[in-house]
């Protein structure tokens, strides 16, 4: 079964840092690539940064390159963001997302959790 | 990065109507364009990938069409169930980019 579980979002002063984790399902873990996709409250779908499930490249949006990092721990079938330099406009659920085996779009997401920077 | 235009921004629809939301992309994205749903407090979900390939599990009154700049999702005949938002993505390239949204609503 695929599964998705966001944890660690919470409340945090403009400049500080949190970091939001994924656990993932073996199965999605092991051999597809996991994205961080954001949503704002009442606004759009933003992509925010995704790990390739081969070889562990990176890519990161413009709005958020050189604050945040991606990272995988395949002991913990955990994908994780850590946010550092942290602004109001990061305010958003935080959902992970696997990427389909067919193409650069997300075919399973997780629920999400809320990061507000206040 | 690309940028994607989606309109209208709201819609206001009947059941059974046809419903036609447009998705622009700033240059061309080849085929590389998918649909998701999104209904209040939920995450999304994928419709159509590659302009109009279907997920596996969409109905088929769902529909996609388009090549280069422009593209179309149709719902042949809206049922109460779709009454939700829809994004377009485009997948030709990273940094990956939503359009604004669509809103369809019931009239």
């Known amino acids: 079964e695929v599964q998705l579980l966001e944890s660690g979002g919470g409340l945090v002063q403009p400049g500080g840092s949190l970091r939001v984790s994924c656990a993932a399902s073996?199965?999605?873990?092991?051999?597809?690539?996991l994205s961080w996709v954001r949503q704002a409250p009442g606004k759009g779908l933003e992509w925010v940064s995704t790990i390739s499930g081969s070889d562990n490249t990176t890519y990161y949006a413009d709005s958020v390159k050189g604050r945040f990092t991606i990272s995988r721990d395949s002991s913990k079938n955990t994908v994780y963001l850590q946010m550092n330099s942290l602004r109001a406009e990061d305010t958003a659920v935080y959902h992970c997302a696997k990427h389909s085996a067919a193409a650069t779009v997300f075919d399973y997401w997780g629920q999400g959790t809320l990061v507000t920077v206040s | 990065d690309i940028q994607m235009t989606q309109s209208p921004s709201t819609l206001s629809a009947s059941v059974g109507d046809r419903v036609t939301i447009t998705c622009r992309a700033s240059?061309?994205?080849?085929?590389?364009l998918a649909w998701y749903q999104q209904k209040p407090g939920k995450a999304p979900k994928l419709l159509i990938y590659k302009a109009s390939s279907l997920e596996s599990g969409v109905p088929s009154r769902f529909s996609g069409s388009g090549s280069g700049t422009e593209f179309t999702l149709t719902i042949s005949s809206l049922q109460p169930d779709d009454f939700a938002s829809y994004y377009c993505q485009q997948h030709y390239s990273y940094g990956l980019t939503f359009g604004g949204g669509t809103k369809v609503e019931i009239k």
């Open positions: 240059r061309s994205i080849s085929s590389w």
């Open positions: 073996e199965i999605i873990f092991s051999s597809h690539s």
